[in-house]
């Protein structure tokens, strides 16, 4: 799917380009940092006939690092494109779930990569060397979810189930300001709404232990939304 996804925005772009005005090529390259700090999980059990993973809800997500590349094409002064891959490696799914007593304490590593085709709106102004700008974009993510592990203290139970992965649509939102340090560079910083759509667990084997006697038990899998505010700063080099 990942491989799909970029050969089809690379496509896509090198259509728009094909597409333009070629006497003066606006072709791009860019690449990106930031930091997503991240939403409410609300990581929840997917109903099916097994044992129950999560009786009630668990939010905690902590945030990310994010590096992307890229590649678009600017149409005229106002009006760029581009394609744009980004992961995300650093979620980490952590809370209780206190609807059980004593309470569960639950993490898993959630990892997300997203392909992106964005559309930008600069408000250029020739007299000045920076430009605000806002865009949107729609994409899809890969996010895979390491094995749920959990501890119980006050019961001695401890233990892992199934880890995941679902493919999902996402958007951005992105407003920002880029500084033009030549004809062909440009830096900028940006804020960034993302949605990564959802994470989940598969259902399958539990097996952990209870005051140091192995058990196991067939669960139900988890799904958690996966969305974060994000800062984030790019280089982008024109041809």
Do not use: C
């Amino acid at each position: 799917m990942s491989k799909k996804m970029m050969q089809a925005g690379v496509l896509a772009v090198l259509g728009l380009v094909a597409g333009g005005a070629l006497a003066q090529s606006g072709v791009y390259v860019r690449g990106d940092l930031g930091y997503a700090w991240a939403d409410g999980a609300g990581a929840r059990n997917v109903r099916s006939t097994a044992i129950p993973q999560l009786v009630g809800t668990v939010d905690g997500m902590k945030d990310s690092s994010i590096y992307g590349v890229g590649i678009g094409y600017r149409y005229n002064p106002n009006l760029r494109v581009d394609f744009t891959l980004a992961h995300r490696g650093d979620f980490r799914l952590e809370g209780n779930d206190s609807a059980v007593a004593p309470a569960i304490t639950y993490n898993a590593d959630v990892k997300s990569t997203a392909y992106m085709f964005n559309g930008y709106w600069d408000f250029k102004d020739a007299s000045r060397s920076f430009t605000p700008f806002v865009g949107l974009g729609i994409g899809w993510s890969e996010n895979k979810t390491s094995s749920l592990r959990y501890v119980q203290p006050g019961a001695a139970l401890a233990g892992q189930g199934p880890g995941g992965k679902k493919n999902d649509f996402a958007w951005q939102f992105t407003a920002g300001v880029s500084f033009d340090i030549s004809k062909q560079l440009s830096v900028e910083a940006a804020y960034r709404f993302m949605d990564l759509g959802n994470f989940k667990t598969n259902p399958g084997v539990n097996s952990g232990t209870v005051a140091g006697v192995p058990w196991s038990a067939t669960v139900d899998g988890v799904e958690g939304k996966l969305r974060s505010n994000e800062l984030n700063v790019g280089v982008r080099y024109g041809f």
